[in-house]
């Protein structure tokens, strides 16, 4: 299998602070780092630390091309990132003494992608999977998703769809085409329809929906420290976490999608492979940052 995976790529600002500001208030940061991250950049890190065969398109300015050179040495082949005249994304990020986070983002050359772009990056991704099987691994940070998941399909990819941030344009997506969702539980209760109340049969009640909604696709129901469920026509899997210290939850969701792909390419079980995306997602957890978290294959498997 190899992976294209078509997302945003960010300069990451963590400003570690006691507790996540309310409107009104003004806190002073203990510290601030810049790191990289980007749901794109940070799956691709995953897939490929998991050993896979990965392609990171995107669009960056002049002043994240360190971007490019942090992944290199992974393995993730950049030839489909686009540096424009324009800068490069920004995630502000809070990182709470809890290690919880809360994020706002500036889109930069993420935003500015273009429908020739995407014809392209398809092609020359196509003609390099020739023969074998290529999955295109989608999240929603990009503009023209539905254009990227139409024109994946149309050149015989399958379609990873991790609809996050979950806003108003998702349902505008062709849904149906996606061959494996990842959704976290408030992304998974806005595709399921159902209200959510904080009950303990909100998730199952979520994925059954989902499984019910999607019929052809796998969902993966992903749940912080409550670890993962699995849905496919009659399979029920569930996955949980491991028991390590939570430093920061930045990025932990991107890092549990690559290696749950990446195990499953490895052809391990569902059941196998939800326990290595919760390994690796608890370990990533226990470290500062988003890509610079995400453990090695030696690690997890
Ligand atoms: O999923 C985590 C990522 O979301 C961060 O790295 C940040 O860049 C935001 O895009």
């Known amino acids: 299998m190899k ?52 392609h990171l398109a995107g669009k960056i300015g002049s002043d994240g091309a360190y971007l490019l050179e942090i992944l290199h040495p992974f393995g993730v082949n950049t030839d489909l990132v686009k540096i424009w005249e324009g800068g490069t994304g920004n995630a502000l990020i809070q990182l709470d003494r809890n290690g919880q986070n809360a994020i706002v983002y500036y889109p930069g050359g993420n935003g500015a992608i273009t429908p020739e772009e995407i014809e392209k990056a398809m092609d020359a991704f196509a003609g390099y999977a020739a023969g074998e099987e290529g999955m295109a691994v989608l999240q929603n940070e990009l503009p023209h998703i539905d254009l990227m998941m139409k024109a994946a399909k149309k050149r015989g ?88 210290p939570v430093v920061d939850t930045t990025g932990a969701g991107d890092t549990f999608t690559g290696y749950f792909l990446a195990a499953r390419a490895r052809d391990f079980s569902v059941r196998e492979s939800l326990a290595f995306a919760c390994k690796a997602a608890s370990i990533a957890v226990s470290e500062k940052g988003a890509l610079q978290a995400i453990p090695d294959a030696r690690e997890v498997f």
Do not use: W
Request: charged share 25%.
């Open 3 to 54: 992976f294209l995976v078509y997302g945003a790529l960010n300069i990451d600002l963590i400003f570690s602070v006691d507790h996540i500001v309310i409107p009104g208030e003004t806190e002073r940061c203990v510290s601030l780092e810049k790191s990289s991250g980007g749901k794109g950049s940070n799956q691709a890190a995953a897939l490929a630390k998991a050993g896979m065969d990965v």
């Open 157 to 244: 990819l399958r379609i990873c769809l991790n609809p996050s941030p979950c806003d108003e344009k998702i349902e505008s997506l062709p849904l149906e085409t996606t061959d494996i969702f990842f959704v976290n539980e408030i992304e998974g209760a806005s595709l399921a329809g159902v209200p959510r109340n904080g009950g303990a049969g909100d998730n199952k009640e979520i994925l059954e929906k989902l499984v019910k909604r999607f019929p052809e696709s796998e969902i993966v129901l992903t749940l912080g420290k409550e670890g993962a469920l699995y849905g496919y026509k009659n399979t029920r899997e569930k996955g949980g976490v491991l028991d390590y």
